[in-house]
DNA sequence: TTAATATATAATGATTTGCTTATATATGCA
DNA sequence: TGCATATATAAGCAAATCATTATATATTAA
């Protein structure tokens, strides 16, 4: 199998991206679980436009997806991106931030639709 | 042996710093040369202000570290760096930039002093 | 000591970024 | 249908970023 090479333009475009800690975040819990909006509003105690702004970012540069369910949009990794490995690469060296999500459960604010 | 973790808002921080093409080129050129700052101004085409104020943030976060030899300052990979490995297993996923080196030395303009 | 070379720093300005506020769109439910 | 909830988008603004120009510092060589 052939180790697909990341060009420098993208690497650096990417690199960027995940230079923000609110992004970074989102981007190491999306790396176990879906996450709707809603929720990261909650974790990030940000405002649903910010946060709504850093994910479209993610999404226009391929790293996750959107995939609506019912009221809630929920988003993930987008694995199929010819960058997934590069950007796994990294993940795999952060602290998991499980106890984001688990403080979110105790509040009670985890979407578990469908 | 212990597997440090790179904490949130370092690894944010120096993934914005590799956030550049400028700056992601000369880590991934550091990797295995050291250089000096008019190399980079040779190789990237830029004004000398502007490389050195590249190795300034870079160096400002530790990445890299300098050496004065004689007329020249050098640049390097800072190994001692906590977060060393971190930058190393990103660059390990780039493509080497050998060609750049190469074309430097055609032009004779390689510095090879000491 | 003077001139040339290599580098750093300071000041300025244009662009980008990330937030806020306001508004639009889409879904679910009464 | 009408209202509440979830999300996206647009506009505006302050802060950060990156290049440029000008200048300062350090080393080498004449």
Redesign the interface.
């Known amino acids: 199998m052939l180790k697909t090479?990341?060009?420098?333009?993208k690497?650096?475009?990417?690199?960027?991206?995940?230079?923000?800690?609110t992004r970074?975040?989102m981007v190491?819990l999306l790396e176990n679980h879906d996450c709707c909006v809603c929720e990261f509003v909650e974790i990030f105690n940000a405002s649903q436009p910010s946060i709504s702004q850093h994910l479209r970012k993610l999404r226009d540069v391929g790293v996750v997806k959107e995939e609506r369910k019912g009221q809630w949009i929920f988003y993930s990794i987008n694995k199929n991106n010819d960058y997934y490995?590069?950007v796994e690469?990294?993940l795999k060296?952060?602290?998991d931030?499980e106890d984001k999500l688990k403080a979110l459960e105790e509040k009670g604010a985890r979407i578990t639709c469908c």
């Open positions: 090479e990341i060009d420098m333009d690497a650096a475009i990417i690199l960027k991206l995940l230079g923000d800690k970074l975040t190491k490995p590069f690469q990294i060296q952060l602290p931030q």
